[in-house]
């Protein structure tokens, strides 16, 4: 019995910890970077600017239709790395484990983990196992860092926004966030969406090699499309006005969140980027978006403009449907704890 | 009163988490690369070959004499980064805060992680805070990710070791595994140990570039000294020898853990590193490590050698005082969990 869950020796470094990195992380994850096994990895040489960012997944549930939090640690971070422009090449995963995790649950987490990188084209090239115990933390926490090769020049900024300049989505908003709280809430009424977890990357790098001049790359996670405009919009010290009716929302996602009183535009997304870029460039940046499967409902979704009349450096206005505009603030209190 | 305590919405990505990362992160780890605040660092091309290492950091509890999470979570990645020959550069944090967490406390550690990182001439580019609900996590989680240009040639690795080669180990051992776990238990007969934290990073670069020649270097932490010399031997398929009177043990450890029935040589320590290199390079490089603070108490305690005779391939044979031998093995079962 015990032999099926994680014990606290195995972050002990010792014995348990060679055959728990042996038997699940080396298993799953192998590559000649990692399989030296030194304290850190030696990468070769990168040619350009480096791109590095980090995060820690603590979603809840740690399975969800769409992903676990082993994909989401992926996609997460390989996407943050894409959004200034570079080509992730490489992944650190620090797990933080409980106690009594069933050996069998890690094993799915880490597969999922492994077929994430590969579809992305990421190596996971170093690790750590900590293992707390139990009460101490929930079943399992995932850090993870990435780096990579920035291609684009100069690499898109959210200060770089420009008046005049189309605000792109590359799909629908919400469904991640909303997936995720009706599986941790046992809601039925959301019984057929999923997470849109996926990885930007190739996207990305299609968009920076075909079409060039992309001001802004931002992924729209925690705080949702609206939250991560606004800081575009006050890092950029202009306006953003959307059209509330060229949002793409999911029919099941915007009745979901109607019943329980969210807003789509404020849902952690995990699979869609904003691109923001010259108006003349917009169609053939939709067109390559369109041409990914994560990018197949892409959309113009509003513009760039100065300050004037009355709307003030780092706003964000919205159309609304019935012709009326309305402030997007930037996300206040807490909306949804452990979404990624 | 809640204004003095970690919400949940501090984790929301909305506008109670740009207030901690503005009032807090950025304030103490200000540098031009951080202040961007976009979703990755946009970090200069770095021209050799690159070392990566992570580690999430557990330690209970969170402030001990010598250090706190927060010195403790930069020393140790860019100790990680240094072993493989090179020169620490960037260091990303993700910070897993429990809700209720005091801002107090949150601040003193990030304070104590800036100091570190200035000493160790780092820099902490980029960064991520996720908080969840009471009880789903113990206090605080730090996982740190280090980069660095590899400047040994080769660089050193725990398959390099040759034999004929000196083991020196850099000072004492023991005294960050037994300071916090006398500081947890609240054990008085330990009441003047102090960890051993500390960065090696300028140690590292002064011995690559003065001694060269370095074939391992590791840092002995979790696991502890015995651990550490064993995955070494195994790497190199090689025998160590230890002479147990040549380890340097500071006498107040060696009383508690006598006391408590521990091994010093098993427990983690956080500022030593053992470095193996060809024995007519043992002087230059002594002398090296005591030249640095950290190095003063340097000592040669044993060589590598063949297999033969009775010995394995993969074995640490310890000399004892009393002319006996005695097998050292890799560390068994938990020793103790969060110490580090």
Same mark, same amino acid.
């Given at each position: 019995?015990?032999?099926? %869950? ?39 040489? =990168? ?8 995060? &820690? ?10 992903? *676990? ?23 650190? %995963? ?15 987490? =880490? ?31 995932? *850090?993870? *860092?990435?780096? &990579? ?17 189309? =605000? ?17 809430? &046992? ?22 090699? *075909? ?28 306006? %953003? ?33 904003? %691109? ?65």
């Amino acid at each position: 019995m015990n032999n099926d %869950c994680i014990l606290l020796d195995y972050g002990s470094g010792g014995k348990a910890s060679q055959r728990l990195i042996t038997d699940i992380f080396v298993r799953h994850f192998s590559n000649p970077v990692l399989n030296r096994l030194d304290d850190a990895a030696l990468l070769n040489p =990168v040619a350009g600017p480096l791109a590095m960012s980090t995060d &820690g997944y603590t979603v809840d549930p740690v399975e969800f239709p769409g992903g *676990t939090i082993g994909s989401l640690a992926v996609h997460g971070t390989v996407n943050d790395v894409a959004m200034l422009g570079a080509r992730p090449q490489y992944l650190s %995963c620090a797990f933080i484990l409980e106690e009594g995790l069933p050996l069998e649950l890690l094993e799915r987490i =880490v597969a999922d983990m492994a077929a994430a990188a590969k579809k992305a084209d990421v190596l996971i090239v170093t690790g750590d196992t900590k293992v707390v115990p139990r009460g101490a933390a929930d079943k399992i926490f995932i *850090t993870t *860092t990435g780096l &990579g090769e920035v291609i684009a020049s100069p690499a898109p900024s959210g200060s770089s926004a420009k008046a005049g300049d189309a =605000v792109l989505v590359s799909g629908t908003v919400g469904d991640h966030g909303l997936t995720v709280l009706s599986r941790r809430e &046992g809601l039925s009424l959301a019984s057929d969406v999923k997470s849109d977890s996926a990885p930007l990357n190739h996207m990305v790098k299609d968009l920076i090699l *075909t079409v060039g001049e992309i001001h802004c790359l931002r992924d729209p996670t925690r705080g949702g499309l609206a939250t991560t405009l606004n800081e575009i919009a006050v890092q950029s010290g202009l306006v %953003c006005t959307l059209e509330e009716e060229a949002i793409p929302v999911r029919p099941n996602v915007a009745a979901g969140c109607a019943v329980l009183g969210l807003d789509p535009l404020y849902l952690a997304n995990e699979g869609k980027l904003i %691109c923001i870029l010259p108006q003349d460039r917009a169609e053939a940046a939709l067109a390559v978006m369109r041409g990914h499967p994560e990018g197949k409902e892409a959309k113009r979704i509003g513009t760039i403009s100065s300050p004037g009349g009355i709307s003030r450096p780092g706003q964000v206005v919205l159309q609304t449907r019935l012709g009326g505009k309305r402030l997007l603030g930037m996300l206040e209190g807490e909306q949804l704890p452990r979404i990624c």
